[in-house]
């Protein structure tokens, strides 16, 4: 079982990738492989709606960015944690115009546990954090908890390493994170597996 890691940050080393190491390493230690993608410093386009991906599920016709090495990736892996800093009380820039165009062309994280983990130097993450988990309500991703909003705090990877109640609750969402894709394997070995979809209904409100 795989969890890939997203780290939104433009910085490799910073706040966000020291939070996502931590839970990394305790997916490891509870026996859960990992891949590590750094969305990086590059230019990444926001989506267009040219809905070109209509006609061609699971890419994005815009092939010069990170979006469809992330999409095939997304039906590679078990699980996925978005690792994102604050910007203005949201996740950062560059990583909404990913998450917005990898949720849209494709749809290989469905049914996968997700969760995120936010790095501010003050506030504005529980509203980061409801912003990126709306990306898993969307698409039938059971969203993991933790014993408290997954955050930490600092401006540099130093202060990350002494929040220490924040590096613990990265620590457990890991876990639980570990726990549900057991819970997942063991029920898909006695025969249970996603549950059927129905057709689905759109109504726009506006006719
Ligand atoms: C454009 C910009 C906007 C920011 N907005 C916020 C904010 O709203 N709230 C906050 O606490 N920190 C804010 N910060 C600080 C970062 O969220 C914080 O330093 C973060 O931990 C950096 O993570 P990183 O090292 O992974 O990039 C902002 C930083 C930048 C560059």
């Not at 079982?1 to 509870?30: D, F, Q, W």
């Not at 993608?37 to 926001?46: E, F, K, L, Q, S």
């Not at 983990?117 to 993991?144: C, E, H, W």
Request: glycine share 8%; hydrophobic share 40%; with cysteine.
């Amino acid at each position: 079982m795989k969890v890939l890691l997203i780290n939104g940050s433009p910085h490799k080393s910073g706040c966000t990738a020291y939070a996502l190491h931590e839970a990394e390493a305790e997916l490891n230690r509870s026996g859960i492989d990992t891949e590590f993608i750094n969305i990086g410093t590059a230019p990444v386009r926001g989506c267009t709606a040219c809905k070109k991906c209509v006609t061609t599920p699971g890419r994005c016709t815009y092939d010069d960015d990170i979006v469809n090495t992330i999409i095939e990736k997304s039906f590679q892996c078990d699980g996925l944690i978005v690792g994102s800093p604050v910007y203005y009380a949201s996740a950062n820039g560059a990583l909404t115009a990913v998450l917005d165009r990898v949720f849209y062309a494709g749809s290989g994280f469905s049914y996968k546990p997700g969760a995120c983990i936010v790095s501010a130097r003050r506030a504005g993450t529980t509203a980061a954090i409801d912003q990126i988990n709306k990306y898993f309500l969307i698409s039938n991703m059971p969203v993991v908890a933790s014993q408290y909003w997954p955050m930490v705090h600092g401006t540099r990877a130093e202060e990350v390493k002494q929040d220490l109640e924040g590096l613990q609750i990265v620590r457990t969402l890991a876990r639980n994170m570990a726990w549900l894709l057991k819970c997942i394997d063991a029920g898909k070995s006695v025969g249970i597996s996603k549950p059927e979809k129905e057709e689905k209904i759109r109504t726009n409100f506006i006719r």
